[in-house]
């Protein structure tokens, strides 16, 4: 069994303010304005030629999002008007009545937080309650609260133009009202808008056709009726036991296998409701936990760290857990790593295998075209094993399509079907599709929709630049339908609430992000999905479902707690790119919230966590011990070929040096590299995940050679030693496999400086042949002053102090200027190999590698900038770790092949 324990939430320690160094600008400030008191809301424009509007609040929508905002917004002394399409309270609650329709997030945390009577007035009866239970629940809580007065039921909202004169908008219904708001605040919902039937032939069938997304309100009856499902996701899973119940003949048409699980479904647990004895910490915990369920939290064990034996029951415990967010983190890099996702999917394929009976039909249901968890994965009861019922079939479409609905049932590619009812559970244009059905224009007449064209852009899912005082609750770009929804509706609400109150407090009128906020938070957005597998899947959270949809990752991935820790933050630093303005001014303090890409945040906010002390506040041997503690637990890297430790002769004695050649029949090119660790820490293998990375990446045998270290051996030791194993490994180049003249140099840090320096001396000396260079994040100055090293200077792994520790142990302050410790210090850097230089954002050493690569460039040497967004100084060499730093992987080992390349053939050399 998995030692849970190893998953406890650490605590998290303050952000680093990572916008530091953005503009910031500020326009005319109200500072001379008293503040107003908060109960005076908007509709104070007493004194300004701004007409009053008809209300301060329109909220679109009377689900969960709906109510809530009405209850805040009626409390806190609003004007508001909720328009609903429905003829009553609900939103997905509503429409979604089809048999079997339960939630699944547990009932006691899928529920409204702001009133903690519940349990006197409420009781869940179920772990997952169903449609009918829920939809009671919020009448129950629409009634206690007086909240039906504010909503217009029966009732579309179809446009809203935005007056810019007026500062405010200007709704329009389709009974053609015209209602002006202060603010529009979009609760419709991320799963509203249902899908059209995409079949040929619909209006043909004459039986009965159903929707899940809008079932009758009166009874279904299918007793002793043939019954077609077409789909299987949440909705065909949860409906299609209970429909096999009743039907004579169930036929089910799966486009999609999903993964699913069993809900295990009961009465609330004791344990349930004991976690809820202090239920203000436990909502609370909620709002800073992963995905808004308290006690369930990322996990931070890496699948392969631990045996198979402890795998396949930590797989089991999820599968028995009938929790879905369990099943959802059962590894760290279960959502990262292909072969992580691989064996839990397997594992699941393998349930399913064991339930099925029929070989076929469980191959069928097996899913084999998407990772696990990266479409929405469901939670079922007996969905499996239904399958198991001679009565009920499984047709897979895309072995055989659906050609068409005839008059009296399908015809696939070959075979007809006759039905009494189709039961369409097929979904929806999920997150944008409620949010563009409305013709919102903004400033100058844009339309979001074309604003939206390709893909949808918010600051924090909240709102979009052009479009002042609009607010999405739930929408794209933030964890919206990878959270609890009720936990991230509340969030939303509540920040939208105090945002109001502050524009109030500040005379303002009007909000909007900046372009510079609004692009920082969609590319936050797209660095979370990327460093995972859920682009990789053809789900509607990628808009993969809809024809013709912009193929984007909706949802932000990145978890309800760093979201929320986003938002605080924002406020916290006077609406961080957030343009206000009223009728005496505006004001703007423009930038990005987030900066470093996300494993980074992660990587830095763990390790804070641990709360060591500087390295250059130890003697010299507990540093050492530090750094290779540190190193230890991290992933190892690929696997490959061969590695053989041998030793080779240095400057003043013999060095250690470990080879790494790749699985593939060699000779191959050879690359000599030199490791990281500021001259006095590390050796030849502390970098063996980037020298295997860079061996498989670029199918070269790396030769790692150590140097002398300081302090014991100052300047020029290392470098003297580096010189030496260069003219060693092309020496003896056909013995290690290599092929002679194929050589080239590589290192990271203080390795990246000293493989600059040899590439030099071995222009200067006349040999041996360096056909390319590789310098990682190098040190080429040894000016610990430039504006890196003042703006990265704490924070983001390596300090400027430690550096400044690292050339006091190194180097005398006489000696700094001699280019076999400062590169960029040569007078002539032409006739050098060409270079890749890799320069990270945060990182103290990003301007050394940035006026180097611009001095090989000046001097006429090929040279290939890559500028590292949002990555820190270990970004590369945290292999598995820090996924953010693959593509620069990659990246260098394309630079090496093409370096190799270039010399073998003389016409690519050109
Ligand atoms: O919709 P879906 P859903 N021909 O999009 C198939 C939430 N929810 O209503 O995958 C044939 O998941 C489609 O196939 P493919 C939950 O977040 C929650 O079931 O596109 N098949 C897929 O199999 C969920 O994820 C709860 O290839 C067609 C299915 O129809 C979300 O709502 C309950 C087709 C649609 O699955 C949506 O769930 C219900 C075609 N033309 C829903 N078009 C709970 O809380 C589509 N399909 C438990």
Same mark, same amino acid.
């Given at each position: 069994?998995?030692?849970?324990?190893?998953?406890?939430?650490?605590?998290?320690?303050?952000?680093?303010?990572?916008?530091?160094?953005?503009?910031?600008?500020?326009?005319?400030?109200?500072?001379?304005?008293?503040?107003?008191?908060?109960?005076?809301?908007?509709?104070?424009?007493?004194?300004?030629?701004?007409?009053?509007?008809?209300?301060?609040?329109?909220?679109?929508?009377?689900?969960?999002?709906?109510?809530?905002?009405?209850?805040?917004?009626?409390?806190?002394?609003?004007?508001?008007?909720?328009?609903?399409?429905?003829?009553?309270?609900?939103?997905?609650?509503?429409?979604?009545?089809?048999?079997?329709?339960?939630?699944?997030?547990?009932?006691?945390?899928? $529920?409204?937080?702001?009133?903690?009577?519940?349990?006197?007035?409420?009781?869940?009866?179920?772990?997952?309650?169903?449609?009918?239970?829920?939809?009671?629940?919020?009448?129950?809580?629409?009634?206690?609260?007086?909240?039906?007065?504010?909503?217009?039921?029966?009732?579309?909202?179809?446009?809203?133009?935005?007056?810019?004169?007026?500062?405010?908008?200007?709704?329009?219904?389709?009974?053609?009202?015209?209602?002006?708001?202060?603010?529009?605040? $979009?609760?419709?919902?991320?799963?509203?808008?249902?899908?059209?039937?995409?079949?040929?032939?619909?209006?043909?069938?004459?039986?009965?056709?159903?929707?899940?997304?809008?079932?009758?309100?009166?009874?279904?009856?299918?007793?002793?009726?043939?019954?077609?499902?077409?789909?299987?996701?949440?909705?065909?899973?949860?409906?299609?036991?209970?429909?096999?119940?009743?039907?004579?003949?169930?036929?089910?048409?799966?486009?999609?296998?999903?993964?699913?699980?069993?809900?295990?479904?009961?009465?609330?647990?004791?344990?349930?409701?004991?976690?809820?004895?202090?239920?203000?910490?436990?909502?609370?915990?909620?709002?800073?936990?992963?995905?808004?369920?308290?006690?369930?939290?990322?996990?931070?064990? /890496?699948?392969?760290?631990?045996?198979?034996?402890?795998?396949?029951?930590?797989?089991?415990?999820?599968?028995?857990?009938?929790?879905?967010?369990?099943? *959802?983190?059962?590894?760290?890099?279960?959502?990262?790593?292909?072969?992580?996702?691989?064996?839990?999917?397997?594992?699941?394929?393998?349930?399913?295998?064991?339930?099925?009976?029929?070989?076929?039909?469980?191959?069928?249901?097996?899913?084999?075209?998407?990772?696990?968890?990266?479409?929405?994965?469901?939670?079922?009861?007996?969905?499996?094993?239904?399958?198991?019922?001679?009565?009920?079939?499984?047709?897979?479409?895309?072995?055989?399509?659906?050609?068409?609905?005839?008059?009296?049932?399908?015809?696939?590619?070959?075979?007809?079907?006759?039905?009494?009812?189709?039961?369409?559970?097929?979904?929806?244009?999920?997150?944008?599709?409620?949010?563009?059905?409305?013709?919102?224009?903004?400033?100058?007449?844009?339309?979001?929709?074309?604003?939206?064209?390709?893909?949808?852009?918010?600051?924090?899912?909240?709102?979009?630049?052009?479009?002042?005082?609009?607010?999405?609750?739930?929408?794209?770009?933030?964890?919206?339908?990878?959270?609890?929804?009720?936990?991230?509706?509340?969030?939303?609400?509540?920040?939208?609430?105090?945002?109001?109150?502050?524009?109030?407090?500040?005379?303002?009128?009007?909000?909007?992000?900046?372009?510079?906020?609004?692009?920082?938070?969609?590319?936050?957005?797209?660095?979370?999905?990327?460093?995972?597998?859920?682009?990789?899947?053809? %789900?509607?959270?990628?808009?993969?479902?809809?024809?013709?949809?912009?193929?984007?990752?909706?949802?932000?991935?990145?978890?309800?707690?760093?979201?929320?820790?986003?938002?605080?933050?924002?406020?916290?630093?006077?609406?961080?790119?957030?343009?206000? %303005?009223?009728?005496?001014?505006?004001?703007?303090?423009?930038?990005?919230?987030?900066?470093?890409?996300?494993?980074?945040? $992660?990587?830095?906010?763990?390790?804070?966590?641990?709360?060591?002390?500087?390295?250059?506040?130890?003697?010299?041997?507990?540093?050492?011990?530090?750094?290779?503690?540190? *190193?230890?637990?991290?992933?190892?890297?690929?696997?490959?070929?061969?590695?053989?430790?041998?030793?080779?002769?240095?400057?003043?004695?013999?060095?250690?040096?470990?080879?790494?050649?790749?699985?593939? /029949?060699?000779?191959?090119?050879?690359?000599?590299?030199?490791?990281?660790?500021?001259?006095?820490?590390?050796?030849?293998?502390?970098?063996?995940?980037?020298?295997?990375?860079?061996?498989?990446?670029?199918?070269?045998?790396?030769?790692?050679?150590?140097?002398?270290?300081?302090?014991?051996?100052?300047?020029?030791?290392?470098?003297?030693?580096?010189?030496?194993?260069?003219?060693?490994?092309?020496?003896?180049?056909?013995?290690?496999?290599?092929?002679?003249?194929?050589?080239?140099?590589?290192?990271?840090?203080?390795?990246?400086?000293?493989?600059?320096?040899?590439?030099?001396?071995?222009?200067?000396?006349?040999?041996?042949?360096?056909?390319?260079?590789?310098?990682?994040?190098?040190?080429?100055?040894?000016?610990?002053?430039?504006?890196?090293?003042?703006?990265?200077?704490?924070?983001?792994?390596?300090?400027?102090?430690?550096?400044?520790?690292?050339?006091?142990?190194?180097?005398?302050?006489?000696?700094?200027?001699?280019?076999?410790?400062?590169?960029?210090?040569?007078?002539?850097?032409?006739?050098?190999?060409?270079?890749?230089?890799?320069?990270?954002?945060?990182?103290?050493?990003?301007?050394?590698?940035?006026?180097?690569?611009?001095?090989?460039?000046?001097?006429?040497?090929?040279?290939?900038?890559?500028?590292?967004?949002?990555?820190?100084?270990?970004?590369?060499?945290?292999?598995?770790?820090?996924?953010?730093?693959?593509?620069?992987?990659?990246?260098?080992?394309?630079?090496?092949?093409?370096?190799?390349?270039?010399?073998?053939?003389?016409?690519?050399? %050109?």
């Amino acid at each position: 069994m998995a030692d849970d324990s190893k998953q406890a939430t650490f605590e998290r320690p303050a952000r680093r303010n990572d916008a530091e160094g953005v503009e910031v600008k500020y326009c005319r400030t109200q500072d001379s304005r008293s503040a107003r008191s908060d109960d005076q809301r908007m509709t104070d424009t007493a004194g300004t030629d701004r007409p009053t509007p008809d209300v301060d609040v329109v909220v679109v929508g009377a689900g969960i999002a709906g109510l809530y905002l009405a209850y805040r917004l009626s409390r806190a002394g609003y004007r508001l008007r909720v328009f609903e399409a429905a003829d009553d309270i609900g939103g997905t609650w509503y429409w979604n009545r089809y048999p079997g329709a339960r939630v699944d997030v547990p009932s006691v945390d899928y $529920m409204f937080s702001f009133d903690p009577d519940w349990r006197r007035d409420w009781q869940w009866t179920e772990k997952y309650a169903t449609q009918p239970e829920i939809l009671r629940y919020l009448n129950h809580v629409a009634d206690k609260h007086d909240l039906r007065r504010h909503i217009t039921f029966s009732t579309r909202v179809q446009h809203a133009d935005w007056d810019d004169d007026a500062s405010l908008w200007r709704v329009r219904t389709d009974g053609g009202v015209e209602v002006t708001s202060r603010f529009v605040v $979009m609760a419709t919902g991320c799963l509203s808008m249902p899908k059209p039937a995409e079949v040929d032939g619909l209006e043909r069938f004459a039986g009965e056709v159903y929707f899940t997304s809008a079932w009758p309100h009166e009874p279904v009856d299918f007793t002793g009726k043939r019954v077609a499902v077409i789909g299987t996701g949440s909705s065909g899973i949860q409906s299609i036991p209970v429909i096999a119940q009743q039907a004579r003949e169930l036929v089910v048409f799966q486009r999609t296998p999903n993964f699913s699980f069993p809900a295990l479904n009961g009465p609330l647990s004791p344990e349930k409701l004991a976690q809820l004895t202090s239920e203000a910490e436990y909502r609370a915990a909620a709002r800073m936990s992963f995905g808004g369920i308290p006690m369930m939290e990322r996990s931070i064990i /890496p699948t392969f760290s631990v045996s198979e034996t402890e795998r396949q029951q930590r797989y089991e415990h999820a599968w028995q857990s009938g929790l879905l967010f369990e099943t *959802l983190t059962v590894y760290a890099d279960v959502g990262i790593n292909p072969a992580a996702n691989h064996e839990f999917a397997e594992f699941v394929r393998n349930k399913i295998r064991s339930i099925v009976d029929d070989p076929q039909t469980a191959a069928d249901l097996c899913p084999t075209d998407h990772p696990i968890g990266m479409k929405r994965p469901c939670l079922d009861t007996n969905y499996y094993a239904t399958y198991n019922s001679p009565h009920v079939r499984l047709v897979n479409v895309r072995k055989h399509p659906i050609r068409q609905v005839t008059e009296t049932g399908i015809d696939t590619a070959d075979e007809s079907f006759s039905f009494d009812a189709i039961v369409f559970a097929t979904g929806f244009d999920a997150v944008t599709g409620a949010i563009s059905a409305v013709d919102f224009r903004g400033r100058n007449g844009v339309a979001l929709k074309d604003k939206w064209a390709n893909g949808p852009q918010t600051y924090l899912g909240l709102t979009t630049t052009g479009f002042p005082n609009l607010f999405f609750i739930t929408g794209p770009g933030s964890p919206s339908v990878l959270s609890n929804m009720a936990v991230s509706i509340e969030q939303h609400a509540d920040w939208v609430l105090d945002c109001l109150g502050h524009l109030s407090t500040g005379g303002f009128d009007a909000i909007e992000p900046t372009e510079t906020a609004e692009a920082g938070w969609t590319q936050h957005v797209n660095d979370c999905a990327d460093i995972t597998l859920y682009p990789s899947a053809n %789900s509607w959270y990628m808009g993969a479902n809809v024809p013709g949809k912009p193929r984007v990752f909706l949802p932000y991935c990145g978890g309800v707690d760093f979201y929320a820790l986003s938002c605080d933050e924002v406020v916290a630093r006077d609406y961080l790119g957030f343009s206000r %303005s009223g009728p005496d001014g505006s004001r703007c303090n423009d930038g990005v919230v987030r900066r470093l890409q996300p494993d980074v945040e $992660m990587v830095l906010m763990e390790a804070a966590a641990l709360n060591l002390p500087p390295m250059e506040s130890m003697p010299v041997a507990d540093a050492r011990a530090l750094y290779a503690q540190m *190193l230890a637990p991290l992933p190892p890297g690929p696997d490959v070929g061969e590695i053989a430790d041998g030793v080779l002769p240095g400057a003043a004695g013999d060095l250690a040096y470990r080879l790494y050649r790749p699985a593939t /029949p060699g000779p191959h090119p050879i690359v000599v590299y030199f490791h990281g660790g500021g001259y006095v820490l590390g050796d030849a293998i502390s970098d063996d995940p980037l020298c295997r990375d860079l061996c498989v990446r670029s199918d070269t045998i790396i030769v790692s050679a150590n140097y002398r270290h300081a302090p014991e051996h100052r300047f020029p030791a290392a470098v003297d030693d580096a010189m030496a194993a260069l003219r060693w490994v092309a020496d003896n180049a056909p013995g290690l496999g290599g092929i002679p003249g194929q050589l080239a140099v590589c290192g990271w840090s203080a390795g990246g400086g000293i493989a600059a320096a040899v590439c030099q001396l071995a222009r200067d000396m006349g040999g041996p042949v360096v056909v390319g260079q590789v310098l990682l994040m190098p040190a080429t100055s040894g000016d610990t002053t430039s504006a890196s090293y003042t703006e990265n200077a704490d924070g983001y792994g390596l300090t400027t102090p430690l550096m400044r520790w690292f050339y006091d142990h190194y180097i005398d302050a006489a000696d700094r200027s001699d280019p076999r410790f400062a590169p960029l210090s040569a007078v002539d850097l032409s006739g050098l190999p060409p270079a890749i230089v890799v320069a990270a954002e945060f990182d103290p050493l990003r301007d050394d590698g940035e006026a180097y690569a611009a001095a090989l460039d000046a001097a006429g040497v090929p040279t290939e900038l890559v500028r590292a967004r949002g990555a820190i100084h270990q970004s590369i060499s945290m292999v598995d770790l820090v996924v953010s730093g693959a593509p620069i992987r990659a990246q260098t080992a394309d630079a090496l092949r093409r370096f190799f390349a270039a010399t073998r053939t003389p016409e690519l050399a %050109s």
